[in-house]
């Protein structure tokens, strides 16, 4: 059974900013982000993480999430990501996350939200489905279990 995209997707980014700003929305971090993030940032793990990230409910525990502005832009957003060259595994990886590569309907459905869907480079399968990869491997950093869930 061959998927949707077997002959590749269109996509090249736009700079709309508009996955990083104006709605909610989580940027879940895993170690290896942290370490890249604080290394860009040359902070220590406790001051990047005092300065930039936040601890969200996540399935039955609590995970390191990047902070938001009160507009709900992205904290790391000022006319830019600050810190393309160290972004997040589930930015650098946008738009071939799982739930938007379910379907031709769910692409679709995200493309009225990405001006870069369906324009730009042709991005082949086997690329499509190691972006997927990555993104479904990319584990948030974990704290505490949560209780009474």
Known sequence: MSCFYENGLEFSCQKCSCCCRIEPGFVYLSQTDL????????????????????????????????????????????NGCTAYGARPIQCSTYPFWSQLLKSEDAWNENKRNCPGIGRGRLWKKDEIDRMKEMYEQNEPRYFEKRENF
């Open 35 to 78: 370490t890249k993030l604080c290394l860009w940032f040359k902070f220590t793990e406790e001051q990047f993480i005092a300065i930039y990230c936040r601890k969200v409910a996540y399935r039955d525990a609590y995970v390191l999430c990047l902070r938001e502005k009160k507009n709900y832009d992205c904290i790391l957003w000022n």
